[in-house]
């Protein structure tokens, strides 16, 4: 699973799984679901993301949880996003 906020574009996105995107779908305003060739829900983008999370301050993180940096990232990049997150927190 990988976190990422970016500030630019004031969007929260939870990756569940790096499979490829067949198709999305806006579950509630701002809020989209992408799915798998299955079905499957691979990901949720939240858009606006700083006004739906009030007492948040937010700003540039990602966070990856370690079964998926296992298997998408470097060792230097896990180490990178790693201080990234603790820097962020």
């Known amino acids: 699973m990988k976190i ?35 079905g499957k829900a691979i990901s949720i983008e939240v858009l606006d993301a700083s006004r739906r999370f009030e007492n948040l301050q937010l700003e540039n993180f990602q966070i990856l949880i370690p079964d998926y940096a296992e298997k998408n990232t470097t060792e230097r990049n896990k180490r990178e996003v790693t201080a990234a997150a603790v820097s962020a927190i």
């Open 4 to 38: 990422v906020y970016d500030d630019e574009v004031d969007v929260l996105t939870i990756t569940l799984n790096a499979d490829p995107v067949a198709d999305s779908d806006e579950v509630h305003p701002g809020v989209i679901f992408d799915y798998d060739n299955s």
